[in-house]
C-alpha cells in the first residue's frame, strides 16, 4: 500500500448536525468497494485514481498526538470519502489501532462503513461504549443480494452487513443503516424500502436514516452513467431526461415511499429523525446541555 503524507488526521466539524460528531477522521484515501453512485467520485474532492487506497503516514502516531492534546471531548467519526473497513484494513489494522487510541484518550466514535469486517472490532467498540457515545452505521441500499453485488460489487452483500449488524446489536453497541442513496428507478420502491426496514428490526437496529434519491456532481455523473450503461441499459437516459445537470436527484416515488417508511420504522420501533438518532446514542454520556444544541 503506498502511504501519503498528512499533517493532521483529526479535524473538528462545521456543526454537530451529523450524528452529533465534534470531529472527522479519515486514515484512507480513495476506496476499491467500486460502489456505482459514489459521491466521493466527485471532481471537487480532487481524488486521483479513486479505486486505488492509500494510507495517511505516521497515521496513529499523528492521531495519538492530535488526542492526548487538548482539542477537547467530543465523537470521532470516520467513514466519510473512504470506507475504513477497506480490505486493506484486514492487514494493517490502522482503523484497529486508531479505535485503540480512541478508547484510551476517551472520545466516542461513530464509524460508517459497508464492511462486514467492522465486527472484528466490536471488543473495542464495547470498551469506549462503557465510557463514551459509539454508534455504528451500515449503508444499505438494497434488500437482495443481487442488486447490492450489482450497485456495490466491491463489498460484502446486503445479508452479510445485517448479519453484521446482528452481532454489533448484540453486542450492545447502538447501530443502524444508512439507507442512501436509494437509487431512482432502480430502488425506489416499496418492496425494497420495507424489505430493508424489516430486516432491519430482526437484527435489532436503532435507527434507518434515509435518502429516497441521491445526489449528483461532476466527475461522479460520469462514472455513474458509465455503469448504468453497463449494468442496466436504457436507464441513463431516463436520468438525463429527469434530472439534466441536476445536483439533488430525487425520487419521483418520495412522496409515497416516505410515509411507508415511516410507519415501517413506528411499526419497529426504528428511529429514522437525526435529532432523535443523536439524543438516543448520545444521553447518559453528555451533559443535557450539549444534546440540547441538537
Ligand atoms: S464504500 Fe463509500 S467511499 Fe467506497 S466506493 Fe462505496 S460509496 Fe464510495
Not at 486514515?27 to 476499491?32: A, E, L, P, R
Not at 476517551?106 to 463514551?132: E, P, W, Y
Not at 450492545?172 to 442512501?180: D, R, S, T
Not at 416516505?258 to 413506528?266: H, N, S
Amino acid at each position: 500500500m503506498e502511504f501519503i503524507p498528512a499533517k493532521t488526521l483529526v479535524t473538528r466539524t462545521k456543526d454537530l448536525s451529523w450524528f452529533g460528531a465534534r470531529y472527522n477522521m479519515n486514515i484512507y484515501k480513495g476506496c476499491s468497494h467500486g460502489c456505482i453512485y459514489c459521491d466521493s467520485r466527485s471532481n471537487c474532492y480532487q481524488i486521483e485514481d479513486f479505486g486505488t487506497i492509500r494510507a495517511k503516514q505516521d497515521a496513529l502516531a499523528i492521531i495519538r498526538k492530535q488526542l492526548r492534546g487538548r482539542i477537547g471531548a467530543g465523537v470521532i467519526s470516520t467513514g466519510a470519502m473512504s470506507d475504513p473497513y477497506n480490505p486493506l484494513e484486514k492487514e494493517y489494522e490502522l482503523t484497529r489501532e486508531a479505535l485503540k487510541l480512541i478508547d484510551r484518550y476517551h472520545f466516542g466514535v461513530a464509524i460508517a462503513t459497508k464492511s462486514d469486517l467492522i465486527t472484528r472490532d466490536i471488543d473495542l467498540l464495547s470498551k469506549i461504549n462503557k465510557h463514551s457515545p459509539t454508534i455504528v452505521k451500515i449503508t444499505i441500499t438494497a434488500c437482495n443480494d443481487k442488486l447490492s453485488k450489482i450497485v456495490e460489487p466491491g463489498v460484502c452483500p446486503s445479508s452479510k452487513r445485517f448479519e453484521a449488524l446482528k452481532k454489533i446489536s448484540e453486542a450492545g453497541i447502538f447501530c443502524g443503516i444508512l439507507m442512501m442513496p436509494i437509487l431512482p428507478f432502480i430502488e425506489d420502491n416499496e418492496e425494497n424500502i420495507v424489505g430493508i426496514v424489516r430486516k432491519a428490526a430482526e437484527c435489532g437496529v436503532n435507527f434507518i436514516y434515509p435518502a429516497i434519491g441521491m445526489t449528483i456532481r461532476e466527475g461522479q455523473r460520469e462514472y455513474f452513467y458509465q455503469k448504468l450503461d453497463e449494468k442496466f441499459p436504457g436507464l441513463r437516459e431516463k436520468y438525463e431526461k429527469k434530472f439534466n445537470l441536476r445536483y439533488r436527484c430525487t425520487s419521483d416515488k418520495v412522496r409515497k415511499l416516505w410515509p411507508i417508511f415511516v410507519a415501517e420504522c413506528k411499526r419497529y420501533g426504528i428511529l429514522y429523525n437525526m435529532p432523535d438518532i443523536i439524543k438516543a446514542y448520545q444521553s447518559g454520556f453528555w451533559q443535557e446541555e450539549q444534546l440540547s444544541l441538537f
